[in-house]
């Protein structure tokens, strides 16, 4: 990182500075998918980058450029931040680095350059990540429906002296339980 301390500029002096490419950490941020702003392949783009870190790599390529810390992204209301990137030589529509054509080239080459200024950049603190999981519990658990069971029962009659069988009036009989 650079160690000079950022001063206070007054844009309205600049001209055609509403020219001036705009660019958010939304835009390189891997984390995110398209629809939260992501402008980059997941390949190319950085975790988590900070706005010194865009600032750093920007003036890398040769390429002038404001931090507007007031401005905040559309899309994420309490990300703050952007990059105002000085693209075109001045009055004209020329690329100030003819290695990079557009806007989508720039990002790839401030993503890139990030990664080679700082390769071991620290993951930022997420204290989500230090809860254990936990393991989602099925409310309505279906029982299994009971089983039609088969069960002998023993029921005795008095015995009758006309009976035939001569085993003390004893009878069994089969019942089926639902």
Sequence with gaps: MTSAQPKAVDVSTIPGFKKWYIVYPN???SELTKEKGRKVSKE???KNPTLPEIAEATAQLG??????TSKGYPKEFFLRGRLRINF???????PRNPHIPNKTVLLV???ERIKLINP???EPFNPISMLAPIQAVSQKEKKPAPQPT???TTTTTPSSS???SSKGGKKKKNVNVI
């Design 150 to 152: 088969t069960t002998t």
């Design 88 to 94: 075109f030589c001045d009055g004209t529509t020329m």
């Design 63 to 68: 390429l002038p450029c404001i931090i507007e």
């Design 162 to 164: 006309s009976s035939s």
């Design 120 to 122: 071991n950049r620290p």
């Design 109 to 111: 080459k401030i993503a």
């Design 44 to 46: 190319h783009g950085v």
């Design 27 to 29: 835009h390189i941020n």
